[in-house]
């Protein structure tokens, strides 16, 4: 199995700020790593697939990179809107797992 | 753009089976190249992936869950079912039913709303 280790498990961050969120694989694979953003009560939304492609619709603040065993989301100039919990997920094989989720409040 | 619906009881007592219907609206199951899931959420914890059905009704569970879990699928019905025997209270959770994105990217693009089961 590919655990998914994530980074921070929260962190405090003000408007305007840069969020810088990490997954850690396992084991290496290419690209097939997705993040969520999930808020209190509600279904996750996915933000960006295939490591780096932006889901339409979803504001280009939002920014995913990494390839191997290192993944990336970074959330420039954080809008208040963008307090939540968010997930990454391995999407490479089975068993698919996340990561622990990072929460970015205020 | 498909709509996902759970439905089922929100109550199952203990060391019994757990049942949950996902109903599909906007899009067939039918001899689409989607996985068809099912993650939950336990009380203030992560997501966690229980297991994928394909159309063809093809399926991948968690190992720490196979035997216990049954992922089915009724293109009939534009529906696929989970179902979870012997619950216990660690398995009540908020249950999602979602849809990966397709093309061979199977993040999760579309989801129900959840809904909560507890064992008790």
């Known amino acids: 199995d590919i655990q998914m280790t994530q980074s921070p498990p929260s962190v405090s961050a003000s408007v305007g700020d840069t969020v810088t969120i990490t997954c850690r694989a396992t084991?290496?694979?290419?690209?097939?790593v997705a993040w969520y953003q999930q808020k209190p009560g509600k279904a996750p939304k996915i933000l960006i697939y295939?490591?780096?492609t932006l889901q339409t619709g979803v504001p280009s603040r939002f920014r995913g990179s990494g390839s191997g065993t290192e993944f990336t989301l970074t959330i420039t100039g954080l809008q208040p809107e963008d307090f939540a919990t968010y997930y990454c997920?391995?999407?490479?094989?089975?068993?698919?797992?996340f990561g622990q989720g990072t929460r970015v409040d205020i | 753009q498909p709509q996902l619906q759970e439905s089922g009881p929100g109550l199952v007592k203990p060391w019994e089976t757990l049942s949950l219907i996902c109903s599909v609206s906007?899009?067939?199951?039918?001899?689409?190249?989607?996985?068809w899931n099912w993650i939950r959420q336990r009380p203030g914890k992560g997501l966690e992936w229980i297991g994928s059905?394909?159309?063809?009704?093809?399926?991948y569970y968690k190992p720490s869950l196979e035997g216990r879990v049954t992922i089915s699928v009724d293109t009939s019905k534009n529906q696929f079912s989970l179902k979870m025997t012997s619950v216990t209270a660690a398995d009540t959770a908020v249950y999602y039913c979602?849809?990966?994105?397709?093309?061979?990217?199977?993040?999760?693009?579309?989801w129900g709303q959840g809904t909560l089961v507890t064992v008790s």
């Open positions: 295939a490591a780096s």
């Open positions: 084991h290496g694979f290419y690209n097939w």
């Open positions: 979602a849809r990966d994105l397709g093309a061979n990217d199977f993040s999760f693009e579309h």
């Open positions: 906007g899009g067939s199951i039918g001899g689409s190249y989607y996985y």
């Open positions: 059905v394909y159309y063809t009704g093809s399926t």
């Open positions: 997920q391995q999407a490479d094989t089975f068993p698919r797992t």
